[in-house]
């Protein structure tokens, strides 16, 4: 988490989780960890992981036949699945309960249409470094939802990383692919990099190696330095030495990476936009 996310406003009436797979998992851990109660947690999912059955021990309600009060309740089904899960928890629109949806490309009018118009709701956008609390989520909400609303969704999303507001939710698709989907980006740079280091004669292990530790080495560097991206490039950059012989072919005009990455991010958007149905 980048800063102590005081979750303890939250704890009298709680937060109910629809969905508790890679994200959902993710969040309740930095709730947990930023000091909300187990007992301020109540989990709806059918395939209940041993960690939720332990936290059960802990006062957690994980699926109970009836649903009590919430402050919030975090929606992070997959978006197929949302028609039939969201219904659990329609109830808790007439006690005045914040809706919080994570789910790729579903719009806020689905969830009006769900809930009703008079429903709270934000969408918001994480990412899975959420899990080791180096997330970033963006998040807007409709017109019913009230400033100290949006304040208590980014207390909730601050215990896993970073948070952005929105001005419009059609900025929405677009962050889905740069920063939802982004993680995976990074991970297959290193799978490429580990794959070239192969090819240029290295064993396995060691391109691993090489390969994922560069990458966090200068994921950190671009975090902490006061250098941007750019200048960063050119620090690492002998004028005729062997980074701008490789640059030659990355940067190469109109068939470099950013051309790649702007057709895959555009890809990602495209799909976004289909999400919504
Ligand atoms: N993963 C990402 O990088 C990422 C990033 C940003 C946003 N999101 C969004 O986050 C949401 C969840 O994604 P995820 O990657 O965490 O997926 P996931 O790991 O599959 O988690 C979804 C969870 O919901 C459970 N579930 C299925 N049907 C349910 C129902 N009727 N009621 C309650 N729970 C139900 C699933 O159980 P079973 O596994 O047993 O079916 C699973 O535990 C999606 O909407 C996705 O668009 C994901």
Known sequence: MTEAAD??????RGVT???CGKMGGAMLEGWLASGLPPA???VLDPNPSDRLKALAGE??????ERLGEADVCILAVKPQMMGEAAPK?????????LYVSIAAGTPISAFERLFGEGAAIVRAMPNTPAAVGRGITALIGNARVSEAQMEAAETLLAAVGETVRLEDESQMDAVTALSGSGPAYVFHLIEAMEAAGVAAGLPQDLAARLARVTVQGAGELARL???DPAQLRVNVTSPGGTTAAALSVLMAEGEGLTELATRAVAAAAARSRELAG
Not at 7 to 12: I, N, S, W
Not at 89 to 97: M, R
């Open 59 to 64: 006062g957690l309600k994980l699926n109970p």
């Open 225 to 227: 330095s006061p250098e």
């Open 17 to 19: 989780l629809l969905g």
């Open 7 to 12: 979750l303890t406003a939250l704890a009298p």
């Open 89 to 97: 928890v329609a109830g808790l629109a007439a006690g005045g309960t």
């Open 40 to 42: 301020s947690v109540t």
